[in-house]
């Protein structure tokens, strides 16, 4: 009966087949009672399971279905895959309480009591992704300065899987960090001979790599490094500085004024010289992530602490829970909040005043600067905003928070002619954009400055080196099908705008506000202007763009001869305000889709 629920449970959610079960079950001389057994090991697990697990008979055999019940293994993956990715992004202490986590889901020896068949198919898959889910989860720990701690731990595995490099790897870097060279060396002479011996081989990549780092004194911060006291901010820095930062944008281009002034403030706010919170606005698609993620790189050095990251909204625009971002951070503080840490509820969760209590706690003392990507609203920053003196938060927003109105603004535009053309030419090179002036002149003024639309041309454009970039710009130049042209690779202009009109306070109304004022094109208009439109009086008109100002879905570009604000769609959101009307006079859903860009 083993046997049959955990091939059902491996199959996560699919139909395991009569056959199947038989292999499984019997290997290739199944009873000739084998479809009764079967269906008699189905009864007694419903009876065994209750009525939360459903076990349906589903042709070509059976299916089980748990929707409210919680498999160690799906949990396992899940959290692995969530652990990988933020090791990827350099995010060490998440991923390591992630990894450390998954691997918690794991209780002795997996399969042990099903049949050598079922142990012989599925258990060689699940003890390989335990052991990479390990390997990443030391790989983060080294990263976070662990390496003493870690050097007990990778003897043994080392002892118990010899022919596993990457850990013999591993160990050879916690020996040498931890002054120990001679043990590094002699533990690559030792998996060498045994590759030899066993297997007839030669160490790979990963081995010999390391053995030459080793031998060159650039395997990490060097023997018997110990973490001191920072010259420069006389702060203690005993535990690794916290890292959490998205990878640097390589081809970072234009924003130097701005990039200049933010780093100006944020050296400025690390030394108490300047507000502690700072706020990187505009609309969306504009860069604003990319240059707090930029500007964050370029002043780390400021912040001993360390440097947090987070995001506050979801891909749909919704924000995200206070407490899962606080989550977040406290992972990146190496705060194992979760399952097999820190914890109160009975899944091991803390409620959202106990993780504030403690997020404040971590904080304090340390120079950190912590970027809050994509604040929804002013409402839920409270509980993030760090009350150490010491902690600098840099947030993105589209809209202009109140919660920090004394923070220091930096507003982005979108980009010149120049820094447009510059960012195109990245992707799609400079040369391949100089032979064709006039079809170059068009694809930018279809993006009107916008970087995230730039972006998707210029990877379209690399993407296809046969394309004249004529051709793209014709694809472009119909402004009812501009908008779903502007996709590629999974971004999306589309889907960038249309999270800001849902983020806003009365987003029906404000919807209702762009398809009315769809038809009143590219120039400036007063609120006199949009209240014809709008079809009511005129502060109330004023009071509705103002709205779409806050949303950054709308720009005042300047004052008329009475000093009244005069108003301006970005030609994008004008777009996509028509879209919107077309749509509704169709009757079809709310978000316009993007179609695939070929």
Known sequence: MHTVLASLLLARGRVVSDTRLNTLLWGWEPPATSGAQIYTYMSRLRKLLGDEVRIERRQPGYLLAAPHCRVDLLEFERLEKLGRDALRRKRFGEAGALLTEALGHWQGTALSNVTEHLADAALPQLEEARMHALESRIEADLALGRHEQLTAELTGLVAQFPLREKLRAQLMTAYYRGGRQSDALQSYYEGRSLLAEQLGIDPGEALGSTYEAVLAGNRGPGPGARPRQSEESGYETDDAPAMLLPPDTEDFIGRQAELTALRAQLADAAAGRGPRHLLVTGMAGVGKTALAVHAAHAGAAHYPGGCLFAELDQPDGRPRPPAEVLTTLLRGLDERVGRGGTGSGADGRMELDELVRLYRRRTAGKRLLIVLDGAVGSGGLDPLLSGSPDAVVLITSR????????????????????????????????????????????????????????????????????????????????????????SYGGIDVIGALMPALRQLPGSEQARTTLIQLADIGAEAFPAQRAATHLGTREPAAEQRLERLVDGALLDICGVDRQGRPLYRFHELVLLLARLLKDTAHRGQPEQPEATAAH
């Not at 032979?435 to 930018?444: N, R, S």
């Open 399 to 486: 809209a202009r928070l109140t919660q920090v109105t004394t923070a220091r603004t930096t507003a982005l535009a979108p980009f010149d002619e120049g820094a447009a053309f510059d960012l195109l030419a990245a992707s799609a090179g400079r040369a391949r954009l100089l032979a064709e002036p006039d079809a170059t002149d068009d694809v930018l003024a279809y993006c009107a400055g916008l970087p995230l639309a730039l972006r998707v041309t210029g990877s379209r454009l690399a993407a296809r080196p046969f394309w004249p970039v004529a051709r793209l710009a014709e694809r472009l130049a119909d402004p009812e099908t501009r908008l779903r042209e502007l």
